[in-house]
């Protein structure tokens, strides 16, 4: 091979290895709220006595992965796993992945600088698969409740909350791992 086209792969190699990671764009933020955070149960003791649950961060094959075991057996009609976290305005949307063996009736809220409670109702369905999961950051939130109570973001986010719903398809307990989460712009 000839000096030359060695020298342009090597170039070539050099610019693929600048890129984003596989699925992030440029100017997207990763979170990072899987590794080295901590998290408080949300035990939803308006509903008593509460759900049971406890988040458990791992690192799988190089990947940070939060595993959120969940338990209805005692009562409840929701649990959450919440963290402190800054998040700026600026952004359009929150992404992450979630892999369940069981369909999983998920939400997530936000809590924002004026302690407005911003909640959206997702569903993993993709059971045993990881499923791409999207938080619309823009225009009025679905639910809300609290501090402003306009349903719109007053920035900066400070705490999110992945939560779990009682359901029927889901039985009284079982576990969800979420990774990935990132931020577009």
């Not at 063996?101 to 993993?124: K, M, P, W």
């Not at 619309?136 to 007053?154: M, N, Q, R, V, W």
């Amino acid at each position: 091979m000839k000096m030359k086209h060695i020298l342009g792969l090597i170039a070539f190699g050099m610019a693929l290895s600048c890129l984003p990671a596989q699925g992030q764009m440029m100017g997207d933020h990763d979170l990072s709220i899987f590794q080295d955070q901590k998290w408080v149960i949300n035990r939803g003791k308006e509903f008593p006595p509460g759900g049971q649950g406890v988040m458990t961060l791992k690192n799988e094959n190089e990947t940070q992965v939060g595993v959120f075991d969940f338990s209805f057996e005692e009562g409840g009609a929701y649990v959450g796993a919440r963290t402190s976290i800054k998040i700026p305005e600026g952004y359009s949307e929150l992404r992450f992945k979630a892999q369940s063996e069981s369909i999983v009736r998920l939400g997530v809220r936000l809590v924002d600088a004026t302690n407005q409670v911003h909640q959206f109702r997702l569903h993993y369905s993709q059971v045993g698969d990881w499923q791409a999961m999207r938080v619309e950051l823009t225009g009025k939130t679905p639910k809300h409740f609290g501090g402003a109570k306009d349903g719109l973001i007053h920035y900066p986010i400070k705490a999110l909350e992945f939560d779990v719903g009682r359901s029927k398809e889901q039985g009284p307990k079982g576990s969800i791992s979420l990774t990935n989460a990132i931020l577009l712009k």
